[in-house]
């Protein structure tokens, strides 16, 4: 059976050629949309008390099937932000996650937080969209590259303004890393060729990570206990997204991933638009 990330790797670089015939990044230029600043993302994440929270947004992942409900994008973003999570992650995989790049550029526009693209980027055409559709980051799968093509889309992602969040897995993804510089390095839970999630391997490899740079945890987080773990092994960070999306009160929830006190419902809102 071919695995998951090579299916997922070949219907991007299929989209991404068909945005080129279709020209989707003139079209988005066009839009005039603002421009990514580099390391907002970044500095967002380094700018409270660790591990900082990056809440995710998907519509249905391969493993859990589609999410109940029809998701209003903006409206969970911003109860996100309200909540504390210090950036947003927008899934614009269509196929698996039902996502799109009509989400991406609602929640841009919608909140002040870092925006994140995450999806399974193949080239700099892609960099390019995701800068233009609002993106203040991108996530960069390690075992989809080898290091020189793997630093050369870091270093692009640079060029358009964009921070790259290299993900690894296992020792091999960390050794590719070793090789270009990386300074977002996430640790996956779940292994993108079998989609199983193992914490504890996950928490093991991110211990190991070097000192220096943004260590993210991602999947794998579903309560308060899980994320004082993640800070033990070292994490700046996590990113959670099904915890997230199976709430039927996602703002209150991350108060509790964060230690936080519960709020009444009158909070004040960060956010680019009015409610």
Known sequence: MTAFLDEALAEARQRTQRWREE?????????????????????????????????????????????????DAVSRARDYARAGAAAVSVLTESHWFHGSLDDLQAVASAVT?????????????DLEVSAAAGADAVLLIAAAFDSARLAELIAFSAVCGLDALVEIHDARDLTTTRKVDATILGVNARDLR?????????????ATLPGGILRILESGVRSRDDVEVARSAGADAILVGEALMRTANPGETIRQLLGMDPVSDVETADVRSSL
């Open 23 to 71: 020209r989707l990044l003139e079209s988005l230029r066009a839009q005039a949309r603002r421009r990514p600043t580099l390391g907002q993302f970044a500095a967002a994440l380094r700018g409270g008390r660790p591990p900082a929270l990056i809440a995710e947004i998907k519509r249905a992942s391969p493993s859990q099937g589609v999410f109940g409900g029809d998701v």
């Open 113 to 125: 937080v870092p925006v994140l693209r995450k999806d399974f980027i193949v080239d700099e055409y």
């Open 194 to 206: 079998t989609l199983r999630v193992d914490l504890p391997a996950a928490l093991e490899l991110l």
